[in-house]
Each structure stands twice: as structure tokens, then as C-alpha cells.
């Protein structure tokens, strides 16, 4: 797939409006099959990255039980599982 992304090397550069709405769109397009959830509109979202933030990455809510997000990292040596 061919667009524009977000990679920073040691410097920020703020996206345009046209830019972070062209990156909701391609994410709000189940065809590409970009996002790891396609049931996120029948959950109540509006957009994919709404639910990504909110649900699957926990929003940085604190939680009792690992998260979907953690369990990853620590799965592929992200995050020591010995001290986590």
C-alpha cells in the first residue's frame, strides 16, 4: 500500500489537517485490512483509531488485568516479563 506515514527521525514535524484525516480514512477502510479489529463501528465507534485508543490500547487507563497491548509486548521481548 502506497500513502504517507509518520516516521520521526530525531525531530517532530506536525501533520497537516489533510494529512491526520487521510490517516482516519485509510484506518476507517476495512478493505485494506490496516487495523487489527474490524467489529469496532458495532462497538460504538465512529472511527477505527477512536477504538484502538480507547479499547484495545486501554487509553492508558489503569486496569486490574493485563491488557491485549501488554501481553504483546512482553511476548516479543519488548518488555521484560521478570520485572513486569
Known amino acids: 500500500m502506497k500513502g504517507s506515514g ?6 517532530f ?7 491526520l484525516d487521510e490517516i482516519v480514512r485509510l484506518h476507517d477502510d476495512m478493505t485494506l485490512h490496516i487495523g487489527q479489529d474490524n467489529g ?5 465507534y465512529k472511527h477505527y483509531l477512536d477504538w484502538f485508543y480507547k479499547e484495545w490500547a486501554r487509553g492508558g487507563k489503569p486496569t486490574t488485568s493485563e491488557g491485549q497491548m501488554f501481553r504483546r509486548l512482553k511476548k516479543s521481548g519488548f518488555v521484560d ?4
Do not use: D, S
Open 81 to 84: 516479563a521478570q520485572k513486569a
Open 6 to 11: 509518520v516516521i520521526h527521525y530525531e525531530k
Open 40 to 44: 469496532w463501528g458495532k462497538k460504538g
Open 13 to 19: 514535524q506536525h501533520l497537516q489537517k489533510n494529512e
